[in-house]
C-alpha cells in the first residue's frame, strides 16, 4: 500500500520566518517519485518540485528548499524567509514506480501574515 | 505553450441533471487523469487514459460517473444522473511518458461543481 501523511493541518507565520512543511510517506516499492504541489486561493495546482526514490540529493530553488531522506520516509519543504503569496495549500504526493496513481496527503494550509 | 484547459470553470446544475465536463491535456502528453476534490476526501483520482484508453478506472465513485477519451486532445467526464454530493472541484491533469522519471502532472485550473 502507498500512504502520504501530512501531520500538520494548518500553519500560521508572520512574513520572513522560515517554515517547515512535513511529509512523511509509506511504500513498499525500490522505484517510487514524490512530489509537491502548490493550492493558492484561487484553486489551481502548481507542481512544485519532483523526486526520484533514487535521487537522495536535497534541491534548492530560491527561497524553497526540498530535503528528501530516505532513511526515515520523510521530503519536507522549507519556505525560507516566507512571503504573503507563500499562503496557500501545500500537497505532498506518491507515484508508485510501474504505477500511475497518484497518492495526495491531506494537504497543509499555511497562512503568512503581513 | 497552453497548459490544460478545463470547461466549464463553473457548473450548476440541479439534481438529476447530466452534467459533462471537459478536458483538452498538453499537447504531447500520453497520460490523462481526472481528480476530485472535497473537503472531507482531499484529492481522489478517478480514472486515467493512456494513449486514450482507460488504464484505471477503479476511483470512479459509481456508474453515474463516465469518462471518455475520443482522441488525444479531448476528454469528458459525464455524470448522470448527478447528486448533490457530486459536488466538488474535478480537475484534469496529463502527463508524459512513463520511464526516466517522467511521471509530472500537470493539473488544468479544475470545474468547480454545485449540484443543488
Known amino acids: 500500500a502507498q500512504k502520504v501523511t501530512q501531520a500538520q493541518t494548518e500553519i500560521s507565520v508572520v512574513e520572513k520566518e522560515d517554515v517547515t512543511l512535513d511529509c512523511v510517506y509509506e511504500?513498499?516499492?525500490?522505484?517510487?517519485?514524490l512530489f509537491w504541489y502548490k493550492q493558492p486561493p484561487s484553486g489551481e495546482l502548481v507542481f512544485l518540485i519532483r523526486?526520484?526514490?533514487?535521487?537522495?540529493q536535497n534541491e534548492i530553488s530560491g527561497r524553497y528548499s526540498w530535503n528528501f531522506q530516505k532513511s526515515t520516509s520523510s521530503f519536507n519543504f522549507t519556505i525560507t524567509a516566507s512571503q504573503v503569496v507563500d499562503s496557500a495549500v501545500y500537497f505532498c504526493a506518491l507515484i508508485r514506480g510501474g504505477n500511475n496513481d497518484m497518492r495526495f496527503g491531506a494537504g497543509t494550509r499555511l497562512t503568512v501574515k503581513p | 505553450d497552453a497548459g490544460v484547459i478545463q470547461s466549464p470553470r463553473h457548473e450548476v446544475t440541479e439534481m438529476g441533471q447530466e452534467v459533462t465536463l471537459r478536458c483538452k491535456p498538453i499537447s504531447g502528453h500520453d497520460y490523462l487523469f481526472w481528480y476530485r476534490q472535497t473537503m472531507m476526501r482531499g484529492l481522489e483520482l478517478l480514472i486515467y487514459?493512456?494513449?486514450?484508453?482507460?488504464?484505471?478506472d477503479s476511483g470512479m465513485p459509481e456508474d453515474r460517473f463516465s469518462a471518455k477519451m475520443p482522441n488525444a486532445s479531448f476528454s469528458t467526464l459525464k455524470i448522470q444522473p448527478s447528486e448533490p454530493r457530486d459536488s466538488a472541484v474535478y480537475f484534469c491533469a496529463s502527463s508524459f511518458g512513463t520511464s526516466g522519471g517522467l511521471k509530472t502532472q500537470y493539473f488544468g485550473p479544475g470545474t468547480r461543481l454545485l449540484v443543488l
Open positions: 511504500t513498499r516499492d525500490t522505484t517510487y517519485y
Open positions: 523526486r526520484n526514490s533514487f535521487d537522495e
Open positions: 487514459f493512456n494513449n486514450n484508453v482507460p488504464i484505471d
